[in-house]
């Protein structure tokens, strides 16, 4: 959450000409600390401090469709930047006819659309690719997904503003943390399909934005402040945060984390790394939040809540929620508790029937293509895109 102490630090000029510019949300400040400061992070269940990585407990995330800043999962790889938004600059460069150096002011004339949309870790859930056999990495329950409302300005629109050259296929981002592995430090980075950009319509659910706003304030410095990255539909490592270059190829960028990391393998071999293409579509999901494991339950009916995520296919929701007591042998229809839009997870609540016999629960999901929530996942070596049946065991 902001904090409101920091409200003397405000330039408010800076904000006056942000106003009248249509960049609501756009904040500056007059020193070197920046506004938006971390998050509440007594909410969240913290794997590790440095970096912060962090998920809600269950229960706390889906007690609104749209997640309070506070009950957003934090997902970093290196240091948190502490930026100066007054000095804060944007470049785009490459296949450009234009290249352009952006301050938050100049950001801020663009149109500034909102869309909401989920994002989620494509380690989500990996405890339990775990349990299957061990994985490295930050041992995700459920918890690494949240949806937002984001305001910004679109992609689409910079990259017009900028011209794009006839051999651009693939816009690359870079964030102004840094990583270190391997006794090497580098920027943390992302790429998306240049056609990824211009799919949606402009001010579309499916727009691809620089967000400067999370429900209707400016990020806090754990979700990217002053700028981040918001691509709908796709693996939360493409929508960079702490954004400040954006570079547009001919090709996918060569940025660890495009060219080496998040990619399903089964081994890891670099032949295996070299080959295989980096993820970018999240899978149909689902979950139960409510009750918890471990939970002790008399016999008679619950309800039982949880969250279901659709693929990240345009035109593709959440049609149907499913919910056994009887390890997969009967479902109950579960009741859906938001609208149905792509991109955006589907919140649900069923009433479920249980004897001394429960032993667990179990929720699977179907999108509007029919297409079902898979029983089983193959294991793979990083522990990525983990999206079987969900159990919970019950006593």
């Given at each position: 959450?902001?904090?409101?102490?920091?409200?003397?630090?405000?330039?408010?000029?800076?904000?006056?000409?942000?106003?009248?510019?249509?960049?609501?949300?756009?904040?500056?400040v007059?020193?070197?600390?920046?506004?938006?400061?971390?998050?509440?992070?007594?909410?969240?269940?913290?794997?590790?401090?440095?970096?912060?990585?962090?998920?809600?407990?269950?229960?706390?995330?889906?007690?609104?469709?749209?997640?309070?800043?506070?009950?957003?999962?934090?997902?970093?790889?290196?240091?948190t930047?502490?930026?100066?938004?007054?000095?804060?600059?944007?470049s785009?460069?490459?296949?450009?006819?234009?290249p352009?150096?952006?301050?938050?002011?100049?950001?801020?004339?663009?149109?500034?659309?909102?869309?909401?949309?989920?994002?989620?870790?494509a380690?989500?859930r990996?405890?339990?690719?775990?349990?299957?056999?061990?994985?490295?990495?930050?041992?995700?329950?459920e918890?690494?997904?949240?949806?937002?409302?984001?305001r910004?300005?679109s992609?689409?629109?910079?990259?017009?503003?900028?011209?794009?050259?006839?051999?651009?296929?693939?816009?690359?981002?870079?964030?102004?943390?840094?990583?270190?592995?391997?006794?090497?430090?580098?920027?943390?980075?992302?790429?998306?399909?240049?056609?990824?950009?211009?799919?949606?319509?402009?001010?579309?659910?499916?727009?691809?934005?620089?967000?400067?706003?999370?429900?209707?304030?400016?990020?806090?410095?754990?979700?990217?402040?002053?700028?981040?990255?918001?691509?709908?539909?796709?693996?939360?490592?493409?929508?960079?945060?702490?954004?400040n270059?954006?570079v547009?190829?001919?090709?996918?960028?060569?940025?660890?984390?495009?060219?080496?990391?998040?990619?399903?393998?089964d081994?890891?071999?670099?032949?295996?790394?070299?080959?295989?293409?980096?993820?970018?579509?999240?899978?149909?999901?689902?979950?139960i939040?409510?009750?918890?494991?471990?939970?002790?339950?008399?016999?008679?009916?619950?309800?039982?809540?949880?969250?279901?995520?659709?693929?990240g296919?345009?035109?593709?929701?959440?049609?149907?929620?499913?919910?056994?007591?009887?390890?997969?042998?009967?479902?109950?229809?579960?009741?859906?508790?938001?609208?149905?839009?792509?991109y955006c997870?589907?919140?649900?609540?069923?009433?479920?029937?249980?004897?001394?016999?429960?032993?667990?629960?179990?929720?699977?999901?179907?999108?509007?293509?029919g297409?079902?929530?898979?029983?089983?996942?193959?294991?793979?070596?990083?522990?990525?895109?983990?999206?079987?049946?969900?159990?919970?065991?019950?006593?």
């Open positions: 959450m902001i904090d409101t102490s920091a409200a003397s630090l405000i330039d408010r000029r800076f904000f006056l000409r942000q106003f009248s510019a249509g960049a609501i949300g756009l904040i500056g007059s020193s070197h600390r920046s506004f938006a400061l971390a998050a509440d992070e007594s909410r969240l269940f913290v794997h590790s401090k440095a970096p912060m990585n962090a998920e809600p407990t269950p229960p706390d995330l889906v007690r609104s469709w749209v997640t309070p800043v506070d009950s957003f999962f934090i997902r970093s790889h290196g240091n930047p502490q930026v100066d938004a007054d000095s804060f600059r944007l785009v460069e490459g296949l450009v006819e234009t352009l150096t952006l301050s938050l002011a100049e950001l801020g004339k663009f149109p500034q659309p909102e869309i909401v949309a989920t994002l989620t870790c380690g989500n990996r405890s339990e690719h775990s349990r299957i056999k061990p994985v490295k990495g930050v041992q995700w329950r918890g690494a997904i949240g949806n937002a409302k984001w910004g300005a992609l689409s629109d910079v990259l017009k503003k900028a011209g794009l050259r006839e051999s651009a296929k693939h816009v690359w981002f870079e964030g102004l943390d840094t990583v270190e592995d391997g006794g090497k430090t580098f920027a943390f980075g992302g790429s998306i399909p240049l056609e990824k950009v211009f799919q949606a319509k402009d001010n579309s659910p499916g727009s691809v934005l620089l967000a400067t706003s999370m429900n209707d304030q400016p990020l806090t410095a754990d979700h990217g402040f002053p700028v981040r990255m918001v691509v709908p539909g796709y693996i939360g490592a493409r929508s960079v945060k702490w954004l270059k954006i547009v190829s001919d090709r996918p960028s060569p940025n660890h984390f495009v060219a080496d990391v998040y990619k399903l393998v081994q890891g071999t670099l032949l295996e790394v070299a080959e295989n293409a980096p993820i970018y579509r999240m899978p149909l999901n689902s979950a939040c409510t009750p918890t494991a471990g939970t002790t339950l008399q016999p008679g009916r619950i309800e039982v809540l949880g969250y279901a995520l659709p693929p296919v345009p035109g593709v929701t959440i049609s149907l929620v499913e919910v056994s007591s009887d390890r997969g042998q009967t479902w109950v229809k579960a009741k859906l508790t938001a609208n149905a839009l792509e997870w589907q919140l649900w609540s069923a009433e479920i029937a249980t004897t001394f016999a429960t032993k667990e629960l179990i929720v699977r999901a179907t999108d509007s293509r297409e079902v929530q898979p029983e089983t996942v193959r294991w793979n070596a990083k522990g990525y895109l983990f999206n079987a049946w969900h159990h919970v065991p019950v006593n």
